[in-house]
């Protein structure tokens, strides 16, 4: 009897799991809710959305609003939103057109991570009118790779769904909701036609650093400046190019002449040129007067200068990048920058951008010079001594000279000094030759 109650007691746990596995994964099939708060979702005209409201749990929330046709992150001071993000979300929010109802008490919320402290909460709006809100919870498993599923509650319905939607992804619905998700991160941009040509860093107390970009187009069978010397190898058979271009870059500080850059170094003049060509922010800053993120005498100070590519007479631009003080992490070192743009209608506003970011920009005219030559070594056993043979030290006066010292002359001497020093060094080489006395 025992024995059938256990194998009784199995079966019915095995069924659960199996029946519980299944309720985790959703075949794709729509069974349409019939709640209130879904059916009134469904019905909402989205696209009159002129404002966004997300948030979680306690933190503070995020509010996207539509201003001169333009969505700009109302909580973060007003800065331009990434341009994809609104759209994104109005797009994968008017999609949900039902799902699979897997619970019809609050008390299930929590399992969902609908309920008020894990739940993410969007709320679409027309102006000030309500039109649409629902709660966003976690992920569920699908089948289906390519068909992403999420619980969600509407309205202020008690029931669950899963439904079959990105929005969870699009709104950006990580474990932490910051304004700075949700921001237009490249601040500036060059368009395509445009190409920086020459970029000057200012640092308080220090020489400026000019690099140049020089571009040169040269017409077939001529060589570029600088390549008279060089021999052309040319496959049988290969075609030759109609023009070639040739593009060399310069550094110079305000009191050296300018240098071409080391061939070697080639690759770092050309990745701080082109660094002018955009800037990616991390974060913004409350508008502020200058001098409070030390902005209005900057450590590092870019100007980049560009026109249309391959057109010196092109109408010249310029932008400057303009880095104030750090900010610290918890340890105290230094995590971002301040800075702020010159030209290009960013006047009086302030980013932050990256520790790695500033570094890029903090080049040195040292930096595109070749590298110093290491000194020649000198030639195995040169300047080594011999070695020391056995037998009495030999006297200072009696040591052999170095190879090839000259001669200690006495100025004051003449020829006759010369020999008389000559005859006493040869009586001297007598008295060697000759035999001790007897004691």
């Known amino acids: 009897m025992n024995k059938t109650i256990i194998i009784s007691l199995a079966l019915v746990a095995v069924l659960g799991v199996v029946v519980i596995g299944k309720k985790d994964q959703w075949d794709g099939e729509v069974q349409m809710g019939s709640s209130d708060g879904l059916n009134a979702f469904k019905s909402a005209d989205l696209g009159k959305t002129s404002r966004i409201n997300i948030v979680k749990g306690k933190e503070k929330p995020v509010v996207l609003e539509k201003k001169d046709g333009q969505w700009v992150v109302a909580s973060a001071y007003g800065y331009k939103a990434d341009s994809k993000v609104a759209d994104e979300i109005l797009a994968s929010a008017g999609k949900i057109s039902g799902g699979e109802q897997v619970a019809e008490e609050a008390a299930n919320h929590k399992s969902f991570e609908v309920d008020d402290i894990r739940g993410s909460f969007i709320t679409f709006f027309e102006g000030d009118q309500e039109l649409a809100s629902l709660v966003i ?54 368009v395509a036609e445009d190409e920086v040509y020459e970029l000057r860093i200012s640092r308080p107390g220090q020489e400026d650093l000019l690099v140049e970009r020089k571009s040169e187009v040269v017409p077939a069978g001529e060589k570029a400046d600088g390549e008279a010397g060089k021999e052309e190898k040319k496959e049988e058979g290969e075609k030759k190019e109609p023009e070639t271009k040739t593009v060399e870059y310069f550094v110079a500080t305000t009191a050296s002449k300018t240098h071409r850059v080391d061939t070697d170094k080639e690759w770092s003049a050309k990745s701080l040129v082109d660094k002018g060509r955009s800037l990616r922010i991390e ?36 932008v400057a990048i303009l880095f104030g003080n750090a900010i610290k992490d918890e340890k105290g070192e230094d995590k971002e920058f301040y800075v702020t743009l010159e030209g290009e209608g960013n006047a009086g506003r302030v980013y932050t951008v990256s520790k790695w970011s500033y570094e890029g920009w903090d080049k040195k005219f040292e930096d595109f010079l070749p590298d110093p030559k290491e000194e020649e070594k000198p030639a195995e056993g040169a300047g080594k001594a011999g070695p020391v043979l056995p037998g009495p030290p030999v006297p200072p006066s009696q040591q052999p000279a170095k190879p090839g010292a000259e001669k200690e002359k006495d100025p004051s001497a003449g020829t006759g000094s010369e020999k008389a020093v000559e005859a006493s060094g040869s009586a001297a080489e007598e008295g060697k030759k000759q035999p001790p006395a007897d004691g």
Do not use: H
Request: charged share 40%.
């Open 283 to 318: 974060d913004v800053a409350e508008p502020k007067e200058l001098s409070a993120y030390g902005l209005d005498k900057p450590q590092l100070k870019a100007v980049c200068k560009y026109r249309v590519k391959d057109k010196a007479d092109a109408e010249t631009r310029q």
């Open 137 to 190: 919870g976690k992920t569920s498993q699908s089948r289906d790779l390519n068909n992403t599923l999420i619980y969600a509650r509407f309205e202020k319905d008690a029931e669950t769904y899963r439904v079959s939607s990105k929005l969870r992804s699009d709104a950006k619905l990580w474990s932490k909701i910051e304004n700075k998700n949700y921001l237009e991160k490249e601040v500036f941009a060059l």
